[in-house]
């Protein structure tokens, strides 16, 4: 290129273009009821609260242990499987945009529901991966068939986002048995709150991968961890494209307090159990208030009242100082996303509501 040819500004044609995902709010005032990022309302297990005191900050001198040695291992025990089949990340995303640029570069389009986590075809665009949708049907639910046609790889979440459905394990596996050629992306970001794992699936089918997060079940949101599980050749395919990229993706805090969080199974249960009763009880309140509520599975509740617009209750809501989540997307524009809080928060919302019915 001759370069004194150039116009002033020309660089600006070689800038490239993105649609970014648009993450949830972190609103900074104080009092907020905050119910709009899925994030846990009750701490990490105290045994990370201890870690986290423990930690010396020397180490912070040294870089990570770029294998992520012990969190790989920990999370290997915690599902009695390898460690060759576990890979870390920063949050999930990390580990679900490792898997795109490893595992999806067929020709054919990748597949994912057209209603469903908008980071898909985000990062579908930003590595230019061919992507096809795959409608659910009017209830919100996934159509398996759809998933038997030809296709480059094929990712959803189970339960779904931001409908909170979750499918059973007999759904997963038939698009396993009709989709031996590619690999099978299943997002579990929400399984803790219900639904059976596809990890029950690993030992019999090689092109499975399953996504985990501690951002949503282990109340970690804030220190970014996610991971992995899937045979051992997937998961040095995606190290292989970690170590092309950043070898130290975790840092020494994520490692210890995320080993940490494992050691504390009975406050794990307890937390998510009592997540999954306030979610049922709400989901109660929120019908007798004549709100329709999708069968959640998950720390939220995807809903809609037939007489006030979602936008207009959004809005309401944020003016009171909760923050819920509304899609502009077609079909969906209607419902909120209601992260399930603590009894007291959601109490807030309750009220908060019957009040917005007498002025909307
Ligand atoms: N998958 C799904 C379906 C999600 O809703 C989220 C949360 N935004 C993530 C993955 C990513 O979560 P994180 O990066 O915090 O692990």
Known sequence: MNTEQNQAGDWRSYLRQVTPYVPGEQPTEQNI????TNENPYPPSPAVEKA???????????????TCGILTKGLAEYH????????????????????????????????????????????????????????????FRLQSEDYHKENGG??????????????PLSFIEDILTHNRDVIVVVDEAYIDFGGVSALALLERYENLLVVRTYSKSRSMAGIRIGYAVGNAELIRAMQDVKYSFNSYTMNQAALELGAAALSDEAYFRAVTDKIAV????????????????????????FAKHPKYEGEKLFTYLRQHGIYVRHFNGSRISQYLRITVGLDEEMERL??????????L
């Open 52 to 66: 986290l005191k423990a930690m010396d900050p020397a180490k912070l001198r040294l870089y990570p242990d770029p």
């Open 33 to 36: 009821i905050k119910l709009n």
């Open 278 to 301: 306030t979610r049922d009880a709400a989901v109660k309140r929120l019908t007798e208030q004549g709100f329709y509520c999708l069968d959640s599975a998950a720390n939220f509740i």
């Open 350 to 359: 309750y009220e908060t509501l019957e009040r917005a019915y007498g002025s």
């Open 154 to 167: 094929v990712i959803f979440p189970n339960p779904n986002a931001p409908t909170g459905l979750v499918e």
């Open 80 to 139: 009695g499987v390898g460690t060759d089949q576990v890979f870390v990340g920063v949050g999930s995303d990390d580990v679900l945009a490792m898997a795109f640029m490893t595992f999806f570069h067929s020709d054919r389009p990748i597949f994912f529901p057209d209603i469903t986590y908008s980071f898909y075809p985000v990062w579908a665009e930003l590595f230019r991966v061919p992507y096809e949708t795959q409608a659910v049907d009017e209830n």
